[in-house]
């Protein structure tokens, strides 16, 4: 084996056993030229503006959701900050976007995803400022839409309620990063193969190496929303008669 | 939990106006950005690090120990530009024949890795020097007077506000937790993790409705109004960065020139 090969499969080892090297996902401050920095945030405006007129409208009919909602978003927030035991030793965080949507609905979830990703930026230093637009299009839109209908959809065919809370959150945590290499991609194309070539070496780190933390992070969303439903009943349905969107739609 | 926090509130540069230094931060962002270039990102870290250190009073242990958080997406999205698929070995630096064709490392490739490297870094320290340096409430009032909507800036104060008290209950949900040998094995992790999490929902759920309760109790009809602290305001605030951003750009675009005529 010559130098060359030796050292490239160094390398490769070094970048594939890094650990903690799948946490904190959120692209990075900088890392994006300004030009995709733009687009995604204009990508992912109308979701936001959507998702604020949502809110003010339950908010008129029910004023204490404005409390409730805020405390959703710690709660997500304080969520993603927790460490969350993974198969393959490394730890990494939950998304919690899969238990948002499926809770308060993805409209909500955008705004909320939106507060989250912002205060995590400025108070955990993960994600940035000029990446909010790209972050918040695959973490708060895309994530939160995946996760709401893959719900809606396995609950519409019969499936048992384990299984779609499963498949919602281990799909929207997956999509999330699927976007995520997509959105790399499309700012790093490779100069022979262009966006293609890209993209598949995106994926390869960012969303094949997420799959086991997607199938961990299912399993734990199984485990809360059980233990909500067992022991939240009261809550889960003021929930599902608050929320527009929310549980009251998925049932 | 939030060290951050507790850094920006110690700031001596805490009582400058927010919106100065929100300007400054984003200013000198963009710059960074725009301009892509090794001398000037090299310049802004320096110069954003150093401000924070010397006229904000942070440490700069901490500074770097903020700057090695990002570091495991940097290298491993770095190195993933870095590495490229072509089917002539020679421009490599290092490479591997794989189904017909050759991956490896270009020197081109590396050099636009450092470049994207330096990059992030010098971005990441703008973003530092805001945080570091504004306590959040400064920066939603802040948010407030750019013309961010009412209904978010006011989102955004109450989950500020929240997240502490969210916080230090996980906090002791979980020592108490690991202290009964929760997380030793991975079963049980899962197991202690999910009682954490759907505990603190309830607890959250609850909370949110007893504050609700209170707060209709003392009168409240819709708006939290807090009084703001008095910042320090003068216009130079805003010529300094201005300056030193107009500087900056002129660098680069010398820089730019420079390199052209050598290209061309």
């Known amino acids: ?251 | 939990m939030i060290h951050i926090d507790r850094y920006a509130y110690r700031s001596k540069l805490k009582k400058t106006d927010p919106m100065q230094k929100l300007f400054f931060a984003v200013l000198t962002l963009g710059m960074c950005l725009w301009a892509d270039s090794n001398v000037i990102s090299a310049a802004v870290l320096v110069l954003m690090g150093g401000i924070t250190v010397f006229r904000g009073g942070t440490s700069l242990y901490f500074l770097m120990k903020l700057l090695a958080i990002p570091m495991s997406f940097l290298l491993v999205g770095v190195l993933t530009v870095a590495v490229k698929i072509s089917e002539d070995p020679g421009i490599m630096l290092v490479s591997l024949p794989m189904a017909g064709v050759w991956v490896g490392i270009s020197q081109q490739g590396l050099r636009d890795a450092g470049r994207l490297f330096l990059k992030a870094l010098g971005s990441v320290t703008c973003l530092y020097y805001l945080s570091l340096s504004t306590p959040l409430v400064d920066m939603l009032s802040a948010f407030k007077r750019i013309g961010v909507p009412k209904l978010m800036v006011e989102m955004m104060g109450l989950v500020y506000r929240f997240i502490f008290v969210l916080f230090e209950t996980a906090e002791t949900i979980f020592n108490s937790q690991n202290s009964r040998l929760g997380y030793a094995s991975l079963n049980s992790g899962y197991r202690s993790l999910g009682g954490l999490a759907s505990t603190l929902f309830i607890r959250a759920y609850r909370r949110s409705d007893e504050l609700y309760t209170a707060l209709e109790a003392r009168g409240y009809d819709g708006e939290l109004n807090v009084l703001e602290e008095p910042y320090q305001r003068h216009w130079a605030g805003y010529f300094a960065p201005l300056a030193v951003n107009i500087i900056l750009i002129v660098i680069t675009l010398f820089l730019r020139q420079y390199e052209g005529g050598r290209l061309g």
């Open chain 1, 1 to 251: 084996m010559s130098t060359k090969k030796q050292l490239f499969w160094g390398l490769l080892f070094m970048a594939l056993l890094m650990p903690q090297a799948v946490s904190a996902m959120h692209i990075m401050e900088g890392f994006l030229p300004p030009v995709w920095c733009v687009s995604w945030g204009i990508l992912s405006l109308p979701f936001v503006i959507l998702g604020l007129f949502s809110i003010s409208k339950t908010m008129r009919s029910n004023p204490r959701l404005k409390i409730l909602l805020a405390m959703a978003g710690a709660y997500t927030f304080v969520l993603s900050a927790l460490k969350l035991p993974s198969v393959t030793g490394s730890c990494s965080h939950p998304t919690g976007v899969g238990l948002g949507a499926i809770l308060f609905g993805p409209t909500a979830m955008t705004v909320l995803g939106l507060i989250v990703l912002l205060f995590q930026a400025i108070l955990l230093a993960h994600g940035g400022i000029t990446t909010l637009g790209a972050n918040t299009f695959s973490m708060a839109v895309v994530g939160p839409l995946v996760a709401f209908a893959t719900y809606k959809l396995v609950k519409k065919a019969g499936r048992p309620q384990w299984m779609a809370v499963f498949l919602a959150a281990a799909l929207g945590d997956l999509l999330t990063y699927v976007v995520t290499s997509v959105q790399l991609a499309f700012a790093f194309p490779a100069e022979t193969g262009g966006f293609a070539a890209s993209l598949v070496k995106f994926m390869g780190v960012f969303a094949v190496t997420q799959i086991p933390l997607a199938i961990s992070e299912g399993i734990l969303t199984v485990m809360v929303f059980n233990a909500i439903a067992a022991y939240g009943k009261d809550e889960l349905k003021d929930l599902r008669v608050s929320f527009e969107g929310g549980l009251n739609h998925a049932r």
